[in-house]
Structure formats: C-alpha cells, structure tokens
T-cell receptor, first 118, second 115 residues
C-alpha cells in the first residue's frame, strides 16, 4: 500500500512569488492535514481537510490556503512568499469519517516538501 | 486547550543502555497519545499510540510507552538503545472529546545514542 506522497520534494522560490504543494493521501484515507516544520517553531498545524471541506485551521495568515479534491488529494498554496516561509511542509492523512468516529486514528506523514525562499 | 510538553530538548544515552524520552500532556477529555520519530530529511514515522486499554503500549522497533493518567505522562522507552535510534522524537495528543481539534505535537526531543 502506497504511503502519503508529496510533490515536489525540494523547491526554491523568490520572495513575493507563490507556491503550490501537492499531497496524495494513503488510499482510503479521507482526511488530509498540513503542517509546517521549522527549527524555531517546531511542528505547527496549518489546516485539515475532509471531504473537500476545511475542518480545522491553524493560526497562519491568509496567504496560506489549501483545498481538497474529490479523490482526497490535497494542495496547499502560499502566496506572496516571505523569507520566513522557508520550512519543511508536511502532509498527513488518516482514515476518518464525518461522524467523529475514528478520532484516535493514526495520522501518517509524507516525506515533506522542502521550501526555500530567497 | 490541549498541549504537550517534552521537557528535554536532548537525551544522550550509550548504546545498549535503556532509554526514556519524556512526554506530559494536558487535555480536557480523554487523551489519545502518539509517538512519532523523524530521521534527518524525512517525514515523521508513526511508532505507537495509546487509545484505551493496557497502560503499556508496544510499538515499532522495540519501543514501548507507558500511559500514566495520574501523572498525565506518556514516556517513550526502549530496553536497549541502538545507534540507529538516534533521531528526533515527537509526542502528540488528541482529545477524544473534541473531535474538531487537531493533533497537537510537542517540541520534539533529539535522541543521541553513542556507540
């Protein structure tokens, strides 16, 4: 069974540009969440999607956005990039339902997308 | 609000010795607790979780963790450390009674196993 797949793995962008990162969850997983990891701030939650709807959102500016498609694949977009956006962006998926069952289900991470803003 | 603390930034242990990586948590309801490991330039890998049942949970690579409700702790342990266990370890919690809440991760503990 394939794991969580993230593309691209590495990318370099210039300040002011925008970037789109892609995530394909484990087959059968309907929930996708995104995290930002930096040495100074650790792992910070960005947002979670389930059935194409955003369920939760972390404390990030509106420049950070995401979406989920009907096949559960997800993308996140960062507009007007800043130097401080340089980070490892991690996608995670889990089996979940809309009724709340499965709160304890494990989330599985992809290898991440390394973004460097110069 | 839920939170996780990992009181040690760094843990050093000699190969063959037992290791412990500490984690304490705070949730309003019943906790779901997880441990993940991250190797350099990789994503997080799931090690084990506590949902309910036995307080001692066994996971991957010989790791285990003990849930202690009175001390609100979920320490990760291994009887005999390997050099290959050197990595960054994250504890995470989710509140059973607040499904709308996301997972909260601790700051991480860097484990160094010395040969």
């Amino acid at each position: 069974k394939a794991g969580v797949t993230q593309t691209p793995r590495y990318l370099i962008k210039t300040r002011g540009q925008q970037v789109t990162l892609s995530c394909s969850p484990i087959s059968g997983h309907r929930s996708v969440s995104w995290y930002q990891q930096t040495p100074g701030q650790g792992l910070q939650f960005l947002f979670e999607y389930f059935s194409e709807t955003q369920r939760n959102k972390g404390n990030f500016p509106g420049r950070f956005s995401g979406r989920q498609f009907s096949n559960s694949r997800s993308e996140m977009n960062v507009s007007t990039l800043e130097l401080g956006d340089s980070a490892l962006y991690l996608c995670a998926s889990r089996r979940a339902s809309g009724t709340g069952v499965g709160s304890g289900n494990t989330i599985y991470f992809g290898e991440g997308s390394w973004l460097t803003v110069v | 609000a839920q939170s996780v603390a990992q009181p040690e930034d760094q843990v050093n242990v000699a190969e063959g010795n037992p290791l412990t990586v500490k984690c304490t948590y705070s949730v309003s309801g019943n906790p779901y607790l997880f441990w993940y490991v991250q190797y350099p330039n990789r994503g997080l890998q799931f090690l084990l979780k506590y949902i309910t049942g036995d307080n001692l949970v066994k996971g991957s690579y010989g790791f285990e963790a003990e849930f202690n409700k009175s001390q609100t702790s979920f320490h990760l342990k291994k009887p005999s450390a390997l050099v290959s266990d050197s990595a960054l370890y994250f504890c995470a919690v989710r509140d059973e009674d607040n499904y709308g809440q996301n997972f909260v991760f601790g700051p991480g503990t860097r484990l160094s196993v010395l040969p």
